[in-house]
């Protein structure tokens, strides 16, 4: 049974590309108002996750549930609805490259709400405030770094105030620096709008300083899952290798080979906190350096 405080619960989820398995058998609960990081080498998965609990691709087996809504086999009109509760950042932003940041910002707003265009005005100047992009608002996309555009895109992502935010490998194109401001500017919204934030990346440091809980995908399935203090002290080789950032054990260069290491899945109704086998700061608010 999915546990009674999880906003999003993945049971048994299995997802297939031809004869290839992306996902087998995946399940885990995503606790309510902290933030979630499913991590793993690339191509095992990750992005697909977020593709299947959002509902823009249908597993062939299990269920997942969001804030206790079924998203899987009921009428489109009925995931378009679910939808609204989630909020999107891409990997590079996925702004409209002939708006301003102000009208990218502001879309959502027009296109799903009857609100008028001064209380739009309010709502976009109190997110870009929060991201720090008010001195930036009139610029298209193509005029500032891309530090400025994840921000704008985060600042999209919260204009409607959704329950749960998904950030797909927010820090891809970072500079580690920007990265550790990124994670911090995370960490603030976060706290102040008390959402559910998803990220799905393969960057240890940036979920060490960003995550309440933590998973890893490994060769289709989901090899553990739990507490960040959980999975550090965890004793399974492919969370201690993967973590550590070795070059020795289970995971070899081609994660999706063959090895002599089985893979053990985490049991179907594993609750949150079980695995199986800091923020940083600049002078001021340091979002000026994430440009």
Known sequence: MPDADAIISIRGVTKSFGSHTVLRDVSFDVPR???TAIMGPSGTGKSVMLKVIIGLLRPETGQITVDGEPIVGVRERDVFRIRRKFGVLFQDGALFGSMSLYDNIAFPLREHTNKTEREIRGIVLTKAELVGLVDHLAKLPGEVSGGMRKRAGLARALVLDPK??????????????????????????????????FIITHNIQSVMRTADYMGLLFRSRLVAFGSKADMTSSSQAIVQQFLAGRAEGPIGMDEMAE?????????????????????????GTGLDSLD
């Open 33 to 35: 108002g902290k933030t």
């Open 164 to 197: 749960i935010i998904l950030f797909d490998e927010p820090d891809s194109g970072l500079d580690p620096v920007r990265v550790a401001y990124l994670d911090d500017l995370v960490n603030t919204a976060q706290h102040e709008t008390g959402a559910t934030f």
């Open 259 to 283: 090895s002599d290491t089985p893979v053990t899945p985490l049991a179907p109704g594993v609750p949150v906190g079980a695995t199986v086998g800091g923020s940083v700061s600049g002078d």
